[in-house]
């Protein structure tokens, strides 16, 4: 394991249906087009309200994984 | 929506069945006197003690709204 | 001076014309219903793009006011 | 004690004659309107000086307390 | 309730199952050895990624509890 | 809107003709390769001097956008 | 001096007679346990409220001792 | 261009006229004593208020100048 | 009062007596080659100690002062 | 040199060989793809440890490099 | 893995031959009494001074390791 | 040692052999000039890259000095 080099990007997932949601669905977009991702850290939770209710919850992550040789 | 002015409070909501009940409570209170809230970030996540578990989730919020002319 | 309190709001000012008119569309809206403003401090700059430009800017103030006896 | 929402709201109190003086003398304004009161955050601790020494302490609070149903 | 000295110690729970469950591991894990625990707050969230979905949630915990006399 | 992702990245914009420049500088070298810009964030700004007067603004930003399926 | 080892733990003392008070009787029932204390550093000033005044100083302290071969 | 020290001061600028402006005026009081001045970085935006509108800018900045042998 | 200019410099008084007095004995050290003192910030309150009591408070004050034409 | 726009991303590094090493593994990968590399900024230090040794050195870099027109 | 709990504890190392050594001196120190550490974290680097050069680093570490069942 | 004043500057150490170098550089040119320097916290490690290589590293250090009565 020695010398692996990861980068870190920073993803931003949506949902109406809860917090863990959100970064499933931030984690199910990545998925697409980054390989080998190996951990992500909360770096924000925020929501959008409407009619005084949470109507998505929008939590921004670090994803890192690694760069390949 | 150009020269919109907004005000952001900030709430603690407490729940003892989770970290999205404790957000949804504070929302739902300030629901009777606040109109137009847009959206919550969340400031900081805490909880009280008793037995060794959970025994309410503390979630501090600030609240946006738009300040009607 | 001595004794004096202060209390402090946050307010979110935007416009788009550019950052200082930002500011003071917040201070104009404040002054409506705030009495004896005395200083702002910026807490946040961001803004929204539309078709790649700079649509509204947006500025986060917190603002100080001598609390009447 | 559960569900309970609380308010944080941030004063500056300022004393000629020191530190705690400076904080019981937000609390003692804040007193005249607002009730049930908790608990009090020190966010920042200044002070201006005249003829090279301490004129007035201040001492920006964020102060906690219930909101009613 | 005066003179109370409390102690806050460092903990990362982990869980499969979601960010909430993650705090509750840590909370057992530590009421094995540590008596009157009152309250924790949330340093952080992370999460380790296998074949791209969430595998393990990680949240760091500061617990606080009263040291007895 | 609901279970949209977005993408931050961070750009430095500079410009010799002042702060609101140096976003738009930023802004216009972004707009040739990603889609569907959303909003930036003040991170730093910062400038050069060069005999003793300002010779370019250089501002820090966060841009969001949102990731297409 | 050289190759000392420390460690840091986090205390909080509270005392209804003041600031400096509080930070005093973390350090003295600290003293009952922990040989060897080199510093402390003031993390956190807080207070809790009865009656608008403060009933309670609590202060979160980290204290460095060195660690003994 | 190796092993240049260079040093860091602390100024605020003040202007009536806006954000740059009282970038400018700090510069040019610093010009007049500092030498080599190199780069700044805007540490605090702030401003003072009088009857509910901008009176000063006041804009705190680091400024970096190489050190001479 | 526009277009005044300041300086912060970053002093760290200590004293045997308490926090306030460490406070006053930076001012007085200051005050012997700095003219025209307007303001101090706290940015850390620190101290040593021994034989599990405080020796010395240490506070590290940010000082801003008038730059004279 | 007016008007240059610079990204920024976030690599982290990796070696057994100390703490420069990482941050010379990972701008050796990084120039594989990346070219007109500018400046990096540390902004983690972290370490892996087995046996009660340290096994790697990861070192969180952000790294600049200017945009070609 | 799933559902391991760690706990975290700040220790300082000091060395007179340079940053690495300091961390190493630290691990060293804990692996005496702490079994199954697993990473570290880079807090705070400073460094005392002796006839103006360096007499010894201080690094400040998170030491993260398995508590056991 | 008892109410003793001390004074904290920043500097930027750079050099192209490493990190403690950089360090060392900054405090020989501070020795020149600065009487009684007492300790040093690193407060941002950077480096300019040429070439995809580090080509300088540039350390900014925060120095602690007594003042003299």
Redesign the interface.
Known sequence: ????????????????D???EA?????????KTVRN??????A??????EN?????WQV?L???FT?E?
Do not use: C, P, Q
């Open positions: 394991m020695a010398d692996h080099i990861y980068k870190k990007i920073e993803l931003i997932g949506s949902s109406a809860g917090f863990e970064v499933k669905n931030a984690l199910a977009r990545a998925k991702m190996r951990w992500f850290e909360v924000e939770t925020r929501g959008y309200i005084g209710e949470v109507a998505h921004t670090k994803i890192g760069l040789d």
